[in-house]
């Protein structure tokens, strides 16, 4: 990890820098050139796609198994076993499977049908056996509140007022996404 960092730093000056250098023409290219660098591999690639894309910094997204790492493979299996798919044509199977029962836009940005980042997700998720909905969330406030300093505590109150809209129903969800 020290080596990653130092390597960073010393590659990119600037953090904007590394920005610019993720930024890519398409998905594909930027997973490539994620794992050039130093401590980077295939599932930190698939993470800052999937990233880059959600946000709407890039309009393409990886939708080919030959990008899928590990465990998000292991959960594929998992899941396919689990709906009794022919370990032949399993992959093939269950993403027509997933694409006809979620056959819905992909948050955040709802501009495209849900496909396989959001599938990975779900076979990761099922594979770890630990997760529970809002886990995520959970750890990721846990985290920021016990760092203890002004910063955290702001995030926190920020969170907290995003959450009560949200809770209150006075944020509007585009309709586009139903």
Same mark, same amino acid.
């Given at each position: ?11 990119? *000056? ?9 930024? %890519? ?24 796609? %999937?990233?880059? #894309? ?6 393409? !997204? =990886? %939708?080919?198994? #030959?990008? =899928? !790492? ?7 299996? @998992? ?6 798919? /022919?370990?032949?044509? @399993? ?39 630990? !997760?529970?909905?809002?886990? /995520? ?7 920021? *509140? ?6 955290? #505590? @702001?995030?926190? %109150? ?21």
């Amino acid at each position: 990890m020290e080596r990653t960092i130092r390597n960073l730093k010393d590659q990119f *000056r600037f953090p904007e820098k590394l920005f610019d250098f993720l930024l %890519d023409s398409n998905a594909e290219a930027t997973f490539f050139k994620v794992q050039k660098l130093t401590g980077f591999g295939d599932w930190i690639a698939w993470k800052i796609c %999937d990233m880059l #894309e959600s946000l709407g910094f890039q309009d393409s !997204y =990886l %939708d080919g198994k #030959e990008f =899928l !790492y590990e465990s998000s493979i292991e959960g594929q299996k @998992q899941f396919c076993k689990y709906l009794g798919f /022919d370990p032949i044509s @399993q992959y093939d199977d269950l993403v027509r499977f997933m694409g006809k029962t979620f056959n819905t836009l992909a948050r955040p940005r709802c501009q495209r049908k849900k496909a396989l980042p959001e599938w990975e997700t779900c076979w990761c998720k099922y594979a770890s056996k630990t !997760y529970w909905i809002g886990k /995520d969330t959970h750890e990721v406030y846990e985290s920021i *509140r016990s760092a203890n300093n002004g910063i955290g #505590e @702001q995030l926190l %109150d920020s969170f907290q007022t995003v959450w009560n809209t949200f809770a209150k129903g006075t944020l509007p969800i585009p309709r586009s996404c139903h």
